[in-house]
Antibody
Framework: EVQLLESGGDLAQPGGSLRLSCVAS????????MSWVRQVPGKGLQWVSS????????YYADSVKGRFTISRDNSKNTLYLQMNTLRAEDTGLYYC???????????????WGKGTTVIVSS | DIQMTQSPSTLSASVGDRVNITCRAS??????LAWYQEKPGKAPKLLIY???RLQSGVPPRFSGSGSGTDFTLSISTLQPDDFATYFC????????FGQGTKVEIK
């Protein structure tokens, strides 16, 4: 059974940083691209970022480009999201999700975690 | 950016009802559309991909149709476990989601 377990969500100040983690199990992690998607209160789901299976190809939503960095450690079956220069509008529930393919900005996600909550507020 | 518009935003229905949720894209996305079910405290679940293909393990009462700009998720006979929020997602150009449809008990 595919399992994705996110952690690292917290209360952060505007301008601050957080690092989210997602530990994967139940599938060959190194063979699939992975993504972060957030649920923003009142605005629904927003795709944030995706990363190829090797970790060499990254994709970002315009709203986070230059502030967030996606990465992975295939030896630890773990996906990361480094979030810098946080803004109030980054508040939300952040999901880790498994892509269908090895890479690509266009894909659906066939497995999701339960999410970790990020609150950006002073 | 491709915008996805779902309707209705809330739907009140009873167990046994047939339910239809629509999703409209701001431009053609061919068949590149997925549907998900989301419940509080649970991981979102993929139901349908490529507009009409049923994900493995999803009950056949769920079905998807459409192409181009107009798509529909149908639940043939609503079950108690189906009261949830449903999202569409396009993957023709990057990824964008509809705003969600909450299916609530009538």
């Amino acid at each position: 059974e595919v399992q994705l377990l996110e952690s690292g969500g917290d209360l952060a100040q505007p301008g601050g940083s957080l690092r989210l983690s997602c530990v994967a199990s139940g599938f060959t992690f190194r063979a699939f691209a992975m993504s972060w998607v957030r649920q923003v209160p009142g605005k629904g789901l927003q795709w944030v970022s995706s990363l190829s299976d090797s970790g060499r190809i990254t994709y970002y939503a315009d709203s986070v480009k230059g502030r967030f960095t996606i990465s992975r450690d295939n030896s630890k079956n773990t996906l990361y999201l480094q979030m810098n220069t946080l803004r109030a509008e980054d508040t939300g529930l952040y999901y880790c999700a498994k892509d269908l393919l090895t890479a690509g900005s266009e894909s659906y996600m066939d497995a999701w975690g339960k999410g970790t909550t990020v609150i950006v507020s002073s | 950016d491709i915008q996805m518009t779902q309707s209705p935003s809330t739907l009140s229905a009873s167990v046994g009802d047939r339910v239809n949720i629509t999703c409209r894209a701001s431009q053609s996305i061919s068949k590149w559309l997925a549907w998900y079910q989301e419940k509080p405290g649970k991981a979102p679940k993929l139901l349908i991909y490529d507009a009409s293909r049923l994900q493995s393990g999803v009950p056949p009462r769920f079905s998807g149709s459409g192409s181009g700009t107009d798509f529909t998720l149908s639940i043939s006979t609503l079950q108690p476990d189906d009261f949830a929020t449903y999202f569409c997602q396009q993957y023709n150009s990057y990824r964008t989601f509809g705003q969600g449809t909450k299916v609530e008990i009538k």
